[in-house]
């Protein structure tokens, strides 16, 4: 099969199934605590094989890809890591989260601007710390976090991973379909559109790592210009002048809550950001990857960002993008090449295709994530999971395509807690125990060679409770929360890191106290 960056053999993905769970792949290590075998009927074991052959299709699931099935270095490889974040995130859902700054927060173009870019940076930092162990492991990113959580508590950020790459792959298909609604003039409903976004994804997701890389090389190239289109059209009827709606402590309440709230945008993939890292050399230096990946994630996030403030700081002055923003943001977007006419309209249906990048990923993690849940779903094969998942986003985005904003806030801000929570405990794991533990990467399925897991657990859970009393929702505000700026503000990412951070140290030194692992 062949790799963006480099030749890989045909047969090191093929035979790598998740049919024999017993003893996982023949390029699986052994473990001291091997798992029953289950039984599979031929006939379905045959056809999964006829499938798992088709030219292009990754066969390979959760297992460990070995040093010796890793690709060759290459310079354009490692550049490919930062290509497939900033093409995976030059995409229509972001645009709609800058402009809930203004829209949303009563923030001025500057405030906006100012939180969108430095919450970008804190958690596109985060991620792609979290992506460092890809190459280093072999492993995916949910199976690394059995290091640092434990084999059971690691599948609880696993189950948590899965529902945020879902949200994602809602909010995507709901983008998209509103576009191509817009475009349409209503003439297609965003039912239509959110079907053509689902079965792209699909396909894509369920051939695998080597379609996926190849499709996030180029997708970004069109994304890319008609974007600076997008601001050629739309620029002068943007206000960069705009003022704080908000006044007093309501200005500071709206600056953390987008500040948190930008933040967990590219934070949300720091528990997948390894799993498109598993085939570079086990060489790759860690800070390599931490730039690429940060400097992908960043660029990508920060320029449509403030496209989408721009767009949003025009509403107040102009009549028709007010009209357009009250049918939905992805109107907004389109009403946006309004002076291009028929072109715009090209246009705005190749912004509407570009959420397919941006859900792809998601989608691959997901089916992934479904093989780390458990024996039974390691079972199933990952392309099968892909079809799970996209009919779950598919019929959640359907239900919920009249209501995108109320997910914004909600969703997003939601699940952010979650994961700086779960990246300050393999932060403390890494930087205080294992420069004396060291890794054994050969123990990615041994329940007896890994964590206990209590510590990360209550820690982690620790952590949730700060972020309850911290967050500020639509349908919750937490007693801390409420005091902030006298309006209430959210900073449940806050105290949720900081809960977890003072507890986790003393946890742990003591489960490896008692346990010594």
Known sequence: MNHPAVHVPVDIEKTAGTIDISSNSPSSENVSDPVAPIHIPPKLSKWNQRIENLSGLEARGITRV???????????????????????????????????????????????????????????????????????????????????????????????????????????????????????????????????????SW?????????????????????????????????????????????????????????????????????????????????????????????????????????????????????????????????????????????????????????????IPGTYASALGCQVLGRYGKLVPRYLWVCVIVMVYFVCAAAGRDHLYAIFQNFLALMGYWVMIFVSIVLEEHLIFRPKLGFDWTAWEDKKRLPIGFAALFAFLTGWAGAIIGMAQTWYVGPVAAKVGGVGADIGTWLGIAFALVLFPPLRYLELKKFGR
């Open 66 to 200: 070995l040093p010796e099935e890793r690709h060759k270095a290459s310079v354009i490889g490692y550049v490919q890591m930062a290509i497939l974040w900033f093409s995976a995130n030059v995409s229509a859902n972001n645009l709609a989260v800058g402009m809930l700054g203004p829209l949303l927060f009563n923030l001025g173009f500057l405030d906006s601007a100012m939180c969108a870019v430095f919450g970008i940076m804190v958690g596109s930092a985060a991620t792609a710390y979290t992506s460092i162990w890809g190459a280093q492991s072999g492993n995916r990113t949910m199976i690394v976090a059995r290091y640092f959580m434990g084999y059971w508590p690691a599948k609880l950020a696993c189950f948590l991973n899965m529902i945020l790459m879902v949200g994602y792959g809602t909010i995507d298909c709901i983008i998209g379909g509103q576009i191509l609604s817009a475009v349409s003039g209503g003439g297609m409903s965003i039912l239509v559109g959110i079907v053509i976004v689902a079965l792209v």
């Open 203 to 359: 396909l894509v997701a369920a051939f695998g790592m080597a379609i996926f890389h190849v499709y996030e090389r180029y997708a970004w190239i069109p994304q890319i210009i008609v974007l600076f289109i997008l601001v050629g059209s739309a620029g002068p009827s943007f206000n960069a002048s705009l003022p704080n709606a908000a006044t007093g402590g309501a200005v500071t309440a709206g600056r953390l809550s987008f500040f948190s709230l930008q933040l967990s945008v590219p934070v949300s993939w720091a528990a997948a950001s390894s799993d498109f890292y598993v085939y570079y050399p086990e060489s790759t230096k860690p800070w390599v990857v931490y730039l690429m990946t940060f400097s992908g994630l960043t660029l990508s996030f920060v320029f449509v960002n403030l496209i989408g403030i721009g767009l949003a700081s025009g509403v107040a002055t102009n009549a028709a993008w007010s009209a357009a923003n009250d049918v939905s943001s992805g109107a907004l977007i389109v009403a946006g090449f309004d002076g291009l006419r028929g072109f715009g309209k090209f246009c705005g249906v190749i912004v509407a295709l570009g959420v397919i990048s941006n859900n």
